[in-house]
Nanobody, 125 residues
Framework: QLQLVESGGGSVQPGGSLRLSCAGS????????INWFRQAPGKEREGVAC????????TYADSVKGRFTISRNNAKKTVYLQMNSLKPEDTAVYYC??????????????????WGKGTPVTVSS
């Protein structure tokens, strides 16, 4: 069964850190660029970060540059999103999604082949 499963979400105070994981199964994750998206209540979904299939290329939304880091371990079929200096506006459900896109990252507005079900992140004092 093809699936992506997110984990690592939770509640944290402003300035804190969380590490999200996205584990793939049932497909060859090595071929896929993996994106993280998020959707806050009442807002549209937005792209957060992307890592290319081989991990050489990463892209970030301006709102998270310098605070979030995306990485991957293809042997473990897992992509990570390290989130530091968290702000209340980072509160959202975070989703990972995969798409075959050669050795590059697709733009955030491109369709994805697979989606996870999401993990919630709450940043509040």
């Amino acid at each position: 069964q093809l699936q992506l499963v997110e984990s690592g979400g939770g509640s944290v105070q402003p300035g804190g850190s969380l590490r999200l994981s996205c584990a793939g199964s049932g497909f060859t994750m090595d071929y896929y660029a993996i994106n993280w998206f998020r959707q806050a209540p009442g807002k549209e979904r937005e792209g957060v970060a992307c890592i290319s299939s081989g991990g050489e290329i990463t892209t970030y939304a301006d709102s998270v540059k310098g605070r979030f880091t995306i990485s991957r371990n293809n042997a473990k079929k897992t992509v990570y999103l390290q989130m530091n200096s968290l702000k209340p506006e980072d509160t959202a459900v975070y989703y990972c999604a995969g798409r075959v896109y050669g050795s590059d990252c697709p733009p955030f507005n491109y369709g994805m082949d697979y989606w996870g079900k999401g993990t919630p992140v709450t940043v509040s004092s």
